[in-house]
């Protein structure tokens, strides 16, 4: 923005409306031109609890499972654990029929906290000790997956009764988003290996397989191409072994928006490429159809997540530039978030281009968001689609709404800032 951007009268751009693409189905603006979500006014929560805070919309959460189940009748829809686990969380998801997977001993506990059945918990293996292995064997949690010979190795000696277990392989698929590098067996000679490992280890149940693709995936086509390798792979165990694997979990992945224009993944589309490629694959190798398994994290909660922040500075350049800070030291993605938004008033006037940072000065919430030019210190701030993966230091406080009622899940750890203020 130049200084003549700046000022020019004739920019007249405003924030007329909520972008349905990042915001919760049902988040508004009221007659007093404050937001509202799941009936509360974000300002009168900011009021009773202080920012930073972390609203999450129950109804959201629950309309995004049943979305889920809906595009998938026949799947086990699986909810990622990672992306958010506290005990509301936990109850939403499987009062709304999905199982829950978990990839370290704090989201182990945190799901046997939360009084999630066991049978229902699909526990990663990878970077887990022997000791949570253990714990998971005895309350017979109902899948654990394994991606290395290792990890073969560590679960046969913690498991001290039959359990049943994931081979997790990479089947080598090329995506448009970046990959996450997941651990687990390519196809061939190392699959190969590993399931001879694991059928023959006695306490070892091998019942299918399981791929992770990477993340931000909005192109369904990967997933069709993932399931006539992985039920070749299938059909090949079966040759070999005279072993009928029963299940295949295709993990998660799916793409949201965190911005307007932003790819998503189309459930209704990848329910339908799954469906065609599960009956080719099968009719070709002549194969029963496997159990199907999604694990969306993300596709659940992000949406439903409304962050709040108090404006601390606004600060403008001789060339027009516009700085705003807030009251964050939350580790977020840097400069991903353009959706900020005012939340105590609706905009009237011309925007301006800022850039949005915490209190520390190098944690960057956004680089181009599009705030009134007449923003003052004190006023409220909302980023919506932040909630998955949020993880902040110091872990920033959640509050729960629905159908105008509000309550704290999760409170706010101090910091020294917090007590140099005092």
């Not at 027009?320 to 807030?326: C, L, P, R």
């Not at 030291?329 to 011309?350: C, H, L």
Request: hydrophobic letters at 45%; proline letters at 5%; one cysteine or more.
């Amino acid at each position: 923005m130049t200084l003549v951007d700046f000022f020019a009268p004739t920019r007249s751009e405003t924030a007329a409306h909520l972008d349905s693409a990042v915001w919760p189905s049902d988040a508004r603006y009221n007659a007093e031109g404050r937001i509202v979500v799941g009936g509360v006014a974000l300002a009168d929560i900011a009021e009773t609890y202080g920012t930073a805070a972390r609203v999450l919309d129950e109804r959201e959460v629950r309309q995004r499972c049943r979305a889920y189940r809906k595009a998938f009748p026949e799947a086990e829809i699986a909810y990622a654990a990672t992306a958010l686990l506290i005990g509301a969380v936990a109850d939403w998801i499987t009062n709304e029929g999905l199982s829950v997977v978990v990839c370290s001993a704090g989201e182990l506990i945190a799901a046997f906290d939360a009084g999630v059945d066991p049978k229902r918990i699909i526990l990663h293996a990878n970077g887990v000790s022997r000791e949570t292995l253990e714990v998971a064997v005895a309350r017979r949690v109902g899948r654990i997956v394994v991606g290395s010979l290792a990890e073969i190795d560590l679960l046969a000696a913690a498991a001290a009764r039959p359990q049943r277990v994931l081979l997790r392989v990479v089947p080598g698929i090329d995506q448009d988003s970046a990959p996450d590098n997941p651990a687990g067996f390519p196809l061939g000679a190392a699959t190969a290996a590993a399931v001879a490992r694991v059928l023959g280890t006695p306490m070892l149940d091998l019942i299918g397989l399981h791929c992770h693709l990477g993340s931000q995936i909005y192109n369904p086509d990967h997933y069709g191409e993932a399931i006539r390798r992985m039920v070749a792979e299938m059909a090949l165990v079966r040759h070999d072994h005279d072993r009928i694997l029963t299940d295949l979990d295709l993990g998660g992945g799916h793409a949201i928006a965190y911005r307007n224009g932003d790819a998503e993944m189309n459930l209704t589309e990848l329910s339908a490429i799954i469906e065609d490629a599960l009956d080719a694959a099968c009719a070709r190798q002549h194969f029963p159809r496997p159990n199907i398994a999604l694990e969306p994290g993300r596709g659940i909660v992000a949406r439903a997540g409304v962050t709040l922040y108090r404006v601390l500075s606004v600060k403008y350049s001789d060339g027009g530039h516009v700085s705003v800070v807030i009251d964050s030291e939350t580790r977020t993605r840097t400069g991903t978030f353009a959706g900020v938004v005012v939340a105590n008033r609706r905009a009237g006037g011309p925007l301006v281009t800022a850039t949005v940072a915490g209190r520390a000065g190098d944690i960057i919430l956004a680089t181009d968001a599009r705030l009134p030019a007449d923003l003052r210190p004190g006023e409220l701030l909302a980023v919506p689609c932040t909630g998955a993966y949020q993880h902040g230091s110091p872990r920033t406080r959640v509050i729960a709404v629905r159908e105008g009622h509000y309550a704290q899940l999760v409170r706010r750890e101090p910091t020294l800032l917090d007590r140099d203020a005092s």
